[in-house]
Structures are given as C-alpha cells and as structure tokens.
C-alpha cells in the first residue's frame, strides 16, 4: 500500500480536503505531486543521522501529534509542519520550486499546494512517528525504513522502478534523490 493510501485510509486526505475547501481527488492529486519530494527530503534528512536520527526530529517537531493536529476538526496548526519543512528542505525557496513542480505534473494550483505541502508533511511526519517501533522491520503497514527505502527507492543508484511517478521525473541526474535535483531549480528560479 502507498503511502498516499495509507494517510487517505485515516482520513488525512479528507482532511486536507475539508480544510483547504477542495475535493478530496484534489487532494490526493495533490498529495502525490507533493509526497516525493517530501520522502526525499525525510530520506535525506534520514542519511547521516540515521533512520533513528530521523524519528527523533519527527518527536521532537510533535510526533504522532502531528497527524491528530491535521486530522482534527479545529484548524491546522501549521506552523509545525512548516518547521518541518524547514528541517528537510533547509529553505523556503526549496519548498515554493516543490510546489511549482508538483502544480507542473497536477495542474492543481501552486498556492493551493503550498498551503497542502505542510500539512501533508504533518501527516507523513506523524505517521512515521506512529510507525517509529517498527523502523527496522518492513511490515504489512510499512515500517519507517520500508516507508521511506521503498518508496524513494532503498539507497539504490540509478532511476527507480519502484519510485515511478514525479519521484522519477525529478530525478533528473539519476543519483536516486530528487531532491538535489529539486534544490537545484529552485536556485535557478532565485536568479
């Protein structure tokens, strides 16, 4: 199951929807335009400290709260997830060129997917934490390191069968991290 399943499942995607006053197929459009880059940015995250590393980030930006915080009926609060976006992709400039590309491959609005992209890193952040005593093992539910090796393509050079999708696409120099690749135009458009 994807990951984008797993958070419709629990109702993340309808909230994002309901919140942001969009279908819930815009949503999900939206979600996986978005969730590479935010995988990449975790799994990069992940690289020198660890897949141990990683989770006590998530903890410590609220954890599994993260996702109760986007599930609730109340307003997200989205200034963890935006503290969180800052985490994994070190600037503001790199999380406008996600949006940009992921409005490119969607057609969705790229406003709209900067109000989505923090709260998708909420429900992504929260789930990994949730999914924290498991990060060794890969289970029926996809533990952390499977969550974030087998979507993004387990460390492995070269472009990804499993990855598909924008993963993919972004991945322009074929190293296996589209994120690099994403830092790179966003650079571009800075100049």
Known sequence: MQITEMLESMGGIHSMARELGVSDEEARSGAEALMPAILGGFKKQAQPAGLDGLLSMVQGLGGGGLMDNVLAPEPTDVGQGNGMLGQI?????????VAQNAAASSGLDPSLLKKMLPMLAMLVGGFMARQGGSATAPSAEGGLGSLLGGLMGGGQPGPRAGAGGLASMLDLDGDGNALDDIMGMAGKFLR
């Not at 992709?89 to 060129?97: C, K, Q, T, Y």
Request: hydrophobic share 35%; proline share 0%.
């Open 89 to 97: 992709f070190g600037s503001r400039d790199v999380s406008r060129a």
